[in-house]
């Protein structure tokens, strides 16, 4: 017997988004099926079930979020998951960082599609002049230790990453350790059995803090 596929009122039913986060989520979905067809956002396999593999996947991290949070970088944005979904969802200042010219004009379809205001950095995560954010989100960009690197021009003391991983978390998280000092949680994908989200903060780097510590006193 088919499984029945996870609609848009599922969505509105597990989380509680108002009916006019909903419309905007919806506009958001369709540009997304319509580019799909020509350009490589998502796994085309993966369309039929939207809004459960894509969307209900990024809206689990509104939760988390801090309710005075207002800006949020995401990392490597892609089809807009997270990042695009959490502007939707209300995060005040999102900045959608893509490298890829047609992601990032898909990105700006959709937000205009969606309603929504964001800032698309059509760049180099690299390349990007730094600044503070109060969230760091990603999704299927990179290993943890990566993701840290890309993440460190827009950390700040109190800067808190989100990061919806898979079922090899113990290994990044193991590697991570090695380069970064950083207090992590981790919680349960509600969507996916084998994910994780993690969440990160006070990052800082091993080496770094090497180099910084007060040196023995001498004998």
């Keep these: 017997m088919k499984q029945s596929v996870f609609t848009a009122d599922d969505f509105q039913t597990a989380t509680g988004v108002s009916r006019e986060t909903l419309i905007g989520l919806k506009a958001y979905v369709d540009t997304l099926i319509d580019w799909n067809s020509r350009v490589n956002l998502v796994a085309r396999s993966t369309i039929e079930d939207v809004w459960h593999r894509h969307v209900l996947d990024s809206a689990q991290l509104y939760q988390f979020l801090p309710r005075d949070a207002s800006v949020l970088v995401d990392l490597g944005s892609g089809a807009g998951f997270p990042g695009l979904v959490l502007a939707i969802m209300g995060v005040p200042e999102v900045h959608l960082i893509e490298s890829t010219g047609k992601k990032a004009s898909f990105l700006r379809a959709a937000a205009d599609a969606a309603g929504v205001s964001v800032k698309i950095h059509n760049r180099r995560?690299?390349?990007?002049?730094?600044?503070?954010?109060?969230v760091i989100t990603?999704?299927?960009l990179a290993p943890l230790d990566k993701l840290l690197s890309y993440a460190q021009p827009f950390t700040g003391p109190h800067t808190l990453h989100y990061y919806l991983k898979g079922q090899h978390v113990g290994d990044e998280l193991t590697k991570a350790h090695k380069i970064w000092n950083m207090k992590v949680d981790r919680q349960s994908s509600s969507t996916d059995p084998r994910g994780s989200v993690l969440s990160v903060r006070e990052v800082s780097s091993v080496q770094s803090d090497r180099i910084h510590s007060p040196s023995s006193p001498s004998v």
């Design 125 to 134: 995560i690299e390349a990007l002049e730094p600044f503070t954010a109060d």
């Design 138 to 140: 990603a999704r299927a």
